[in-house]
């Protein structure tokens, strides 16, 4: 699927923010809240629907307020809004 969002990418692993998404994922896998990580891969890796598109923008939306509400410094989101930050 193709559009001005998603670009030519058959993936959102393709995808640029895809570096984000995993770094999330991570931060999962270390609080040990990996219960749903798997199905977090999976959906990263699945042919690009609108459904699919759709989920992973609800969490990527989710991921991004947690980033600005963050004002502690010692927060690892903060290093991930910079580099987030960085890309645009």
């Known amino acids: 699927m193709t559009n001005k969002i998603t670009g030519n990418y058959s993936t959102f692993a393709e995808h640029p923010m895809a570096a984000t998404y995993f770094k999330y994922i991570d931060f999962l896998i ?10 977090l891969i999976d959906i990263a890796h699945a042919p690009m629907t609108t459904k699919i598109r759709n989920e992973i923008a609800g969490i990527m939306s989710a991921l991004f307020r947690i980033m600005d509400e963050s004002s502690d410094q010692t927060n690892e989101f903060i290093e991930l809004g910079k580099q987030v930050d960085s890309v645009h």
């Open 30 to 39: 270390k609080d040990d809240l990996n219960k749903d990580t798997q199905h």
